[in-house]
């Protein structure tokens, strides 16, 4: 068996600003609706959700920040190692630090930060928070990055409550909204450039989460180590060619990727807070929006674009 090692992703400086947006993306006009008025309408119950949530945020956020500092120094003392490599002792840290992250990311009890995940397991969540700290994004950053998630997720639950969606948040207008919004806040809060490492690892912790599945290992901190290893040729190879893009990434991770994009763009426009993402999303439906439904051979041009 190959001997896997413990690595980080490096990322491209590429700014989203530069970056082409699909000009057309229309959704069907019985799913689409009115955006001005439900999209507003939404506002008073987002916001009243997104509070609530980061009220628990911030109570959990220097404990939180700790242990992602902690991590970091943890992981430059092993970085190159194989798994092999590792004393007992280091894996068994390695096992603690995962389980503090599952505190940190695990959305049950409700007292506990949330990803943004729709279907992900815990081992998919742990993999993009790791990701995210090997990258270098700091501590404070991932964690806002995780409050704007909250923020997104809770505007994209109610959105599809009150369009005809019910509970479904993916694939669709509420996933374009969960996306865009998540990426306009973090634009904000964060700068482009983290957004867009953290949104590219939510993106990759999909990936390497199958890729492990295919792999006969068992334990947590060895999967972690075999999907470090395995992504950076999957970003490498996918930059390097259109079709391993498209067999990598489907329909779902294209409007993804899209949408992610142009919420870091339009961030950049002048609105007057990462508050205004309703107002940005309203702005962008009809011209600069991927619905799932609706991916093109020039969304896949332009969601290859942004991944360089």
């Avoid at 970056?19 to 689409?32: G, H, K, M, Q």
Wanted: net charge negative; with cysteine; glycine share 6%.
């Amino acid at each position: 068996m190959k001997i896997k090692k413990l690595s980080s992703i490096i990322y491209s400086g590429v700014i989203c600003m530069s970056l082409a947006i699909p000009s057309v993306a229309l959704a069907a006009e019985d799913n689409a609706g009115t955006v001005t008025s439900e999209v507003y309408g939404t506002g008073g119950a987002v916001e009243q959700s997104a509070n609530d949530i980061n009220f628990s945020f911030e109570s959990k956020r220097q404990s939180s920040i700790e242990a992602i500092e902690e991590y970091q120094k943890f992981f430059k003392s092993v970085e190159g190692k194989s798994f092999d490599e590792l004393t007992t002792s280091e894996k068994e840290n390695m096992d603690i630090y995962l389980a503090e992250f599952t505190n940190i990311i695990d959305p049950v009890p409700t007292d506990r930060i949330t990803t943004m995940a729709y279907d992900e397991s815990t081992f998919t969540k742990q993999l993009e928070f790791v990701l995210d700290m090997n990258a270098g994004v700091s501590a404070s950053h991932i964690l806002d990055g995780l409050s704007a998630s909250n923020t997104a997720r809770s505007a994209a639950i109610t959105y599809a409550a009150q369009n005809g969606f019910g509970t479904v948040t993916w694939d669709n207008p509420a996933d374009a909204l969960r996306h865009f919004s998540w990426n306009f806040i973090m634009g904000f809060t964060i700068g482009v450039a983290d957004a867009r490492t953290i949104a590219d690892n939510h993106e990759l912790a999909l990936i390497g989460a199958k890729y492990v599945a295919t792999v006969p290992v068992s334990s947590t901190s060895e999967k972690i180590a075999y999907a470090t290893d395995y992504l950076p040729g999957v970003v490498s190879d996918t930059r390097a060619s259109f079709t391993s893009f498209t067999n990598t990434f489907d329909g779902s991770s294209i409007m993804d990727l899209c949408n992610n994009s142009a919420g870091r763009k339009y961030s950049l426009r002048g609105y007057s807070s990462s508050d205004a993402y309703l107002q940005a999303f309203n702005d962008a439906y009809w011209t600069d929006l991927v619905w799932y439904n609706t991916v093109s051979a020039n969304n896949k041009a332009t969601a290859y674009s942004v991944w360089q």
